[in-house]
């Protein structure tokens, strides 16, 4: 997507070879126009996988999938992070470990709000290890849910994520593609082909 | 807004005389084209403030917040709850104490998101005490801008928050003004006049 390119260009910066600061428009201050146009994008990629919900995990993921799910016309589920196991009845959860803070979450849902039949589009703003990912699709499942499609803003191919989603047979659709980064530079995929 | 009443008495439960679940669709499952509905209510409520970024705090207030920029062509700002003090420049905090949670968190923006000049709408899912939107005005203010409204989904008017946030010489519009509620039982704003 050629407009999220360019905005990561000329607004992101790349830290080093690892960090991509994108919280000019992507997750602090937000460029609600730009997100609009990336649900936009989602449901156009997706419109064929029948889907019936749009999941995503809080919070920076909220504002792109609200989008896509609003131009896809199906309810959104945010995958909530709580920091300990909740017991109670119809709540699933699974523990996901950041590799950005350090730390594990529990990525929880109330299951009654994903259900058997529904058709279930991941949505999330960066795709790196893959962890959050995994995590969320395994909710969905367990809840009764199939994984339609994973919808990403920002992936970092040069890591694991992409490849084990695709591995373990996710459709898996990334807006914008980082071959390899490093201070002030960032390389698209495909932009040297 | 009677969209929004009607979905309340429709799909929320009151659990008992403070506790309104309304996680079928505003801050579990969210029902997008109602969040919609609420941007476009907001923009048009605030149309005349000259208002140049809406701000919220994450994360149940991210769909309605991100929608009411859509709808008012700004950009959002989501202000971040963090655990602890962050200690780096630019960074502006302060301390919110949530009733619901029994707990405190430190309510936190990157200063330059917001600047001198810049008229604020602060969107919320939820006013009860008031403790996150004078946070949040603080935050606003602290950075430079001005606090030119407060957009809020529901409101528990029999809780301090909208009196305290209105002595305090605010804007503040909510889309469902809640008078008493008990088990089973909400009763709105004006519904007795």
Same mark, same amino acid.
């Given at each position: 997507?050629?407009? !999220?390119?360019?905005? =990561? +260009? ?10 991509? #600061?994108?919280? $000019? ?19 156009? #990629?997706?419109? *064929? ?7 995503? =995990?809080? $919070?920076?993921? /909220?504002? @792109?999938?609200? &989008?896509?799910?609003?131009? !896809?016309?199906? @309810? ?9 196991? /909740?017991?109670? *009845? ?13 730390? $594990?979450?529990? !990525?929880? +849902? ?7 039949? *529904?058709?279930? +589009? +991941? ?18 499942? %367990? ?6 499609? /994973?919808? =990403? ?9 992409? *490849? %084990? #989603?695709?591995?373990?047979?996710? %459709?898996?659709?990334? #807006?914008?593609? /980082?071959?390899? &980064? ?12």
């Amino acid at each position: 997507m050629e407009l !999220l390119k360019k905005k =990561i +260009l000329e607004c992101g910066k790349a830290l080093n070879s690892e960090v991509l #600061l994108v919280d $000019s428009f992507l997750n602090h201050q937000v460029d609600v126009e730009l997100m609009n146009e990336i649900g936009k994008e989602f449901a156009r #990629l997706f419109k *064929d996988e029948g889907i019936t919900k749009v999941a995503t =995990i809080e $919070s920076s993921g /909220i504002a @792109p999938a609200a &989008m896509a799910a609003l131009h !896809l016309g199906v @309810p959104m589920v945010i995958l909530k992070k709580a920091k300990s196991m /909740i017991l109670s *009845d119809g709540v699933i959860q699974t523990e996901v470990f950041s590799f950005t803070k350090r730390t $594990s979450y529990q !990525l929880t +849902l109330k299951g009654k709000f994903i259900n058997k039949g *529904d058709r279930v +589009l +991941l949505v999330d703003d960066f795709l790196a290890q893959g962890e959050a990912a995994f995590g969320g699709a395994n909710i969905i499942k %367990r809840a009764g849910g199939e994984v339609a499609g /994973i919808g =990403i803003v920002i992936s970092k191919n040069f890591q694991p994520g992409m *490849d %084990r #989603l695709r591995r373990a047979g996710y %459709r898996v659709e990334s #807006l914008a593609q /980082i071959a390899a &980064m490093d201070e002030n530079v960032v390389e698209f995929e495909g932009d040297n082909e």
